[in-house]
């Protein structure tokens, strides 16, 4: 606790951005939040007084940690089981706990549970030698999709396997890396569910949105999913809530999905705040990193609903080049253009693909919303508008 406020102290492990975006949640609540980052130059670090510098890896550093605070929570999936299963043996708040995050960090644990469940999945099966991703591909069809089963986000620790791919396996078994491999799903896109829940075991569930991937990246997230049947979007939201309940998970859960002809299908879990949810911080009635910290600390959790018919969130990724301008002046023309739209930097040094920050509209007609959110994260990545574009006018 706290002895200058009297709120509790929440412990989030990794100086990232989702950590820098709770400490905003944290301070309109009153609460203290402590983060756990390897750089005194990491995100949160450079906005959160209370840092303690150290690595998710070192078990010490999550014992030092972790006797700081009420209860830790995560910024990111990396933290080794064993040392928070030995963090809730020691009599540590620790929420997800261990025997739910293992369903985020390892895709094949993942597979097996949701599928235990008759959850829909992918047809999956482990990799432990190059024959089997082709057996599967004869079996199912190729293309397969080869995984890495921990570590890969962001498209990164994923192959889109033609035909056999022995060598490319027997390449990345030899170097060590866990695999699995999956039957490519037909999809019509992707969407996410993303819910909270506590350890009271309050359930609560934003309307699913569709998410728009580039090269493995997340680019944009449209709130809520545009021309989502009802009975598709309820049924979005009951599965995350049961996977939560099930997993007995305490926080925001993200379940991504695919969309198909056929009906939804679990592609990936995330046991923290997430990137498909960031338009919550202005487009509902309660962010996605305000509910985590309400979550994690048993408090009522806030109500979801949107304050706009249409959000559309964009990241903002870096540049394949150095922009002429630099941030400051890209910021300062960008809000001379539009100056509705809502704007989150990350405190992130600029390289190519990265997620520096991201930007959030509000409206009412989707298509005139995404257009401003797109040319928005086009303009602060780049320094120039789209081909055809009057900066002054519009199109």
């Known amino acids: 606790m706290d002895p200058v406020t009297g709120f509790p102290v929440v412990g989030m492990v990794g100086g990232g951005q989702l950590s820098r975006m709770t400490q905003q949640a944290a301070i309109a609540l009153g609460q203290s939040l402590r983060v756990l980052a390897i750089s005194a ?132 078994l030899e170097a060590g890396t866990p695999l699995m491999v999956e039957q490519r799903v037909d999809m019509t896109r ?20 569709e998410t728009v991937q580039s090269n493995g990246i997340c680019v944009e997230v449209l709130a809520p999913a545009p021309s989502l049947d009802p009975s598709r979007a309820e049924q979005a939201q009951e599965l995350a809530l049961r996977v939560a309940s099930a997993l007995e998970v305490v926080g925001v859960l993200a379940v991504e999905l695919f969309d198909t002809p056929n009906g939804l299908v679990v592609n990936e879990l995330a046991m923290r705040p997430h990137n498909s949810g960031h338009w919550t911080i202005e487009g509902a009635r309660t962010s996605q990193f305000e509910q985590h910290l309400r979550a994690v600390l048993d408090y009522p959790l806030g109500s979801t609903d949107l304050v706009a018919p249409v959000v559309v969130m964009a990241n903002v990724l870096g540049a394949r080049s150095t922009p002429d301008m630099g941030p ?18 990350y405190g992130k040094a600029e390289r190519p693909g990265r997620k520096i920050g991201h930007v959030t509209v509000l409206g009412t007609d989707l298509a005139e919303v995404r257009r401003r959110a797109r040319f928005a994260a086009d303009w602060l990545s780049t320094g120039t508008w789209p081909d055809g574009y009057d900066i002054h006018g519009g199109k």
Not at 192 to 209: I, M, T
Request: aromatic share 8%.
């Open 41 to 172: 130059d990491e995100p949160a670090a450079l906005v959160t007084p209370n840092v303690m510098l150290g690595h998710h890896t070192d078990l010490e550093a999550l014992r030092a940690f972790a006797s700081s605070c009420d209860v830790m929570t995560f910024d990111h999936e990396h933290v080794p089981s064993e040392y928070l299963r030995t963090l809730v043996a020691e009599g540590f708040a620790v929420h997800p706990g261990p025997e739910a995050l293992i369903h985020a960090q390892d895709k094949l644990v993942m597979r097996n549970r949701l599928a235990a469940m008759d959850i829909p999945v992918p047809e999956y099966a482990e990799v432990t030698s190059p024959a089997d991703v082709t057996q599967f591909g004869e079996k199912h069809g190729w293309p397969v999709v080869v995984k890495a089963t921990r570590g890969g986000y962001d498209g990164r620790g994923v192959w889109m396997v033609p035909s056999s791919g022995e060598s490319l396996v027997a390449e990345l």
């Open 328 to 345: 400051d002046e890209r910021l300062h023309h960008l809000f001379a253009r539009y100056r509705d739209v809502h704007v989150h930097y």
């Open 190 to 209: 992707e969407l996410a569910a993303v819910v909270a829940r506590s350890p009271f075991g309050q359930g609560a569930a934003w309307p699913p949105v």
